[in-house]
């Protein structure tokens, strides 16, 4: 637990941190965010120490952080950066050795934590521990970024807008294994960040900080739907609504009775779609290839013209994207149902808006208008050109 | 790594640039320039005795054996235009083998004309195997650049290495203005190159010791880097003329001599100054300041994210400095000679005085092999120390 208690943090006549009290119960994410200048970064940094406050106290599991010496602290809290700032001329093995290291661990030690946290963070062990930070690109810098930062395994990590940097896809991506490692490890997290959608997605409390100042500490459906003050309400912006999908991911309203065949459009007819919309197409492996509209077929389009080619990297979300994403995807798209496939494409069901509709259904009017009312066909059991 | 023991490693990916090019310019040039020297300008001079004026000998004076070597350079020419997979092989060979045959042919011409004269007949390199040898040098640089593997490279040089050693050794050689002249001097000879080395050894290493400290308390401090690396900048503007007749005052204050050993090394390290602390400096300067934020915030103290951190970024840029500081000195201690510091410059300027090209070839050659040396010396130094996460890549 990290509890903060009035800490103010005073540069000459400016006040950069107001008294801020606040806690971030054991193996929660606090998500710090606010307009620049707000103050948000000089907290975190003291949480560390990298910068001195002014007055106040800051304690991590009851033990206040100036009772020890700065480096002896910062050994055991774990720090990700925007810029990364992975050493240049060590490898990523080395890199990520940093803190281990300086605690004096045994090599084999070392050795097996860097493959294991490797691992962690979806990097293949053998193709990564060896090269050098210019060798990556983006989004597997910030991933040896996060290994480096969980390497002694600290109870407590400070992140300082760790996703910022790279595009948007690769924080996607980025976002997803973060709430995946944070799933396994648990970590106290305190993360800044300037991107509302970021702080909704990851966040299990939000702090929304104004001048130096705390404006509202809370989940972020408490902020969304209880806004302390009108500048909440106005930084979290009118789409609230749409702001809540970000909480829910795709796995939660996703369905698995889907029709696919790994045979191509051969043998599909009406029959085949067992009263379902869509018959996927996927190959051998199970990974989505495409998918024949059952409706056009029934029309009396043959199988071949009636199906569509996709790449699945574009055309299908995963069970970790979140419903706004997933949303915002099927608008770009003009699709009423996505597929849902996994990091390696293979299909693992749909995600319908109408499924998206029934999740936000009272809490916003001017969304479901997008769904025109229209009712998809429901999927019956699965049909004899399934795979799997 | 997995390209191991085949014929182009990784390395060969650094001069992508010149890998595309249909025509290595580079390499045509030098072997134009050193045709149009072989062919067009005297090869040799004769001259009576040491002091004599010389008369200018055709290539044709060198026998089969100048004929072989302008053959040989428009080979190189034509080596230019090939393709580049044959170039990465062509280059390096023509360039060991033309340096051999130009130097046997040298060697060959000084035995013919000196045939039935008096001892102190002399036959010297003419401007025609100047610019040839210079033609030569270029040709060495881009083959150098072309060629695809290491092991070209040093199969290139042994091959000259060798060609020439056998020139020395069996053909006429020692029958060169030069080689008579190194062996008239050979008694002093040695020992001037052994002090032009102490001279400059000891201006590069003061210059480290005090420079590189400098540098970095310049990267700490505004103050410290605006004085210092003002002070060292308008040192190196002084002349080195000037500056041994300055420091005249300052070291009689002190009770030193002006003379000798002790004030050319001191000014030898005022020079080396300013290349070390600026590029020290630079190299500090240019540390990402995310890594120290990183390294600091991951509970690194000040001594282990200097040492750990910032030298090792910074190493590339330092060791540039001293070698750029080894190059100028090794230069600017010929001058030293005359506050009687001794070194090379003492046969340059015996030679100068007594018009006696030879000597002061004899001084001159030297210096620039001890530059080269030097400067070869300090990459391969870069090569073994330097992280390869932060080396550059390009070749040559």
Redesign the interface.
């Known amino acids: 637990m990290i509890r903060l208690t009035e800490v103010t943090k005073r540069y000459g006549e400016t006040l950069a941190v107001d008294r801020i009290s606040l806690e971030v119960p054991t193996g929660e994410v606090s998500v710090l965010i606010g307009p620049s200048g707000c103050g948000k970064t000089t907290t975190l940094r003291m949480i560390?120490r990298?910068i001195e406050p002014t007055s106040g106290l800051i304690e991590i599991d009851g033990e206040d952080v100036m009772s020890v010496s700065?480096?002896?602290?910062?050994?055991r809290i774990g720090?990700v950066?925007q810029?990364?700032?992975?050493?240049?001329?060590?490898?990523v093995a080395e890199n990520i050795a940093?803190?281990p290291r300086?605690l004096g661990w045994k090599r084999e030690r070392i050795a097996s934590r860097v493959r294991e946290l490797l691992a962690v963070v979806g990097l293949e062990p053998a193709e990564y521990a060896e090269k050098?930070?210019?060798q990556l690109s983006g989004g597997q810098a910030q991933r040896v970024?996060v290994a480096?930062?969980l390497a002694a395994d600290p109870p407590v990590l400070?992140m300082d807008e760790p996703f910022g940097a790279v595009d948007p896809l690769t924080r996607e991506r980025l976002q997803a294994a973060f709430e995946r490692i944070q799933r396994e490890v648990r970590k106290t997290v305190v993360l800044v960040t300037h991107d509302v959608d970021e702080a909704i997605r990851l966040g299990d409390r939000i702090a929304l900080m104004r001048t130096g100042r705390l404006e509202q500490y809370d989940a972020p459906e408490a902020l969304l739907d209880h806004p302390a003050s009108k500048f909440v309400h106005d930084f979290v912006g009118a789409d609230r609504a749409l702001k809540r999908l970000g909480r829910v991911r795709v796995a939660d309203v996703m369905r698995t009775d889907v029709v696919m065949t790994a045979d191509g459009t051969r043998k599909i007819d009406v029959a085949a779609c067992s009263g379902g919309r869509f018959v996927y197409l996927v190959d051998d492996d199970g990974v989505l290839e495409g998918w024949v509209d059952c409706r056009v077929l029934a029309a009396g389009t043959p199988a071949e013209e009636a199906g569509t080619r996709v790449d699945w990297r574009e055309a299908a979300a995963t069970p970790d994207t979140t419903l706004k994403d997933a949303l915002s995807q099927m608008l770009g798209l003009g699709f009423r149902d996505l597929a849902v496939v996994d990091d390696r494409g293979r299909l693992l069901g749909e995600v319908s808006l109408r499924a998206i509709e029934q999740t936000m259904s009272g809490s916003d009017a001017h969304v479901s208008n997008l769904a025109e009312g229209e009712v998809l066909g429901a999927p019956a059991d699965t049909g004899e050109g399934e795979v799997e | 790594m997995r390209n191991e023991g085949h014929p182009i490693p990784a390395e060969a990916t650094s001069a992508d640039r010149s890998h595309g090019a249909r025509v290595d310019r580079v390499a045509g040039f030098g072997a134009a320039v050193a045709l149009s020297g072989c062919v067009a300008l005297p090869f040799v001079e004769f001259r009576e005795n040491r002091i004599a004026s010389g008369v200018g000998e055709a290539v044709t004076a060198a026998g089969w054996l100048g004929w072989l070597a302008c053959a040989l350079l428009a080979a190189a020419l034509v080596a230019a235009f090939l393709p580049h997979a044959i170039r990465a092989r062509a280059l390096p060979a023509v360039a060991a083998v033309s340096t051999a045959v130009v130097v046997a042919a040298l060697g060959s011409a000084a035995t013919t004309l000196q045939e039935g004269q008096p001892a102190f007949a002399r036959v010297s390199i003419g401007p025609g195997a100047w610019v040839a040898i210079v033609g030569i040098a270029v040709v060495w640089f881009a083959a150098w650049r072309a060629s695809a593997d290491v092991r070209t490279r040093w199969l290139a040089v042994a091959l000259a290495v060798a060609g020439v050693g056998a020139a020395a050794l069996w053909g006429g050689v020692p029958e060169l203005s030069l080689a008579k002249e190194y062996a008239a001097q050979s008694r002093r000879f040695w020992p001037l190159v052994g002090q032009h080395l102490t001279l400059a050894g000891a201006g590069i290493g003061f210059g480290a010791l005090i420079g590189i400290p400098l540098g970095v308390v310049a990267s700490r401090s505004r103050i410290a880097r605006q004085v210092g690396i003002g002070v060292v900048a308008i040192i190196q503007t002084i002349p080195s003329m000037a500056m041994l007749g300055l420091l005249i005052a300052p070291l009689a204050a002190l009770g030193v001599r002006a003379i000798g050993t002790t004030p050319a090394i001191i000014a030898l390290t005022l020079y080396a100054l300013l290349p070390i602390v600026r590029n020290t400096f630079v190299g500090l300067a240019g540390v990402?300041p995310?890594?120290?934020?990183?390294?600091?915030?991951?509970?690194?103290?000040r001594a282990?994210l200097f040492l750990g951190?910032e030298v090792?970024?910074a190493l590339p840029l330092v060791l540039e400095g001293i070698r750029a500081a080894a190059v100028l000195v090794i230069g600017i201690a010929a001058v030293t000679a005359f506050i009687g510091a001794g070194g090379l410059g003492v046969l340059v300027f015996q030679g100068w005085g007594q018009q006696a090209d030879d000597l002061t070839l004899l001084g001159a050659v030297p210096m620039v092999v001890l530059a080269v040396a030097a400067d070869a010396l300090m990459r391969g130094l870069g090569r073994v120390v330097?992280?390869?996460?932060?080396r550059e890549e390009a070749a040559a």
């Open positions: 560390n990298l700065p480096e002896e602290l910062r050994r720090y950066i810029s990364v700032g992975l050493f240049p001329h060590l490898t940093t803190v300086l050098y930070p210019r970024g480096r930062a400070l | 990402d995310a890594a120290l934020d990183a390294g600091r915030g991951m509970g690194m103290g282990r951190v090792p970024l330097v992280s390869p996460g932060i």
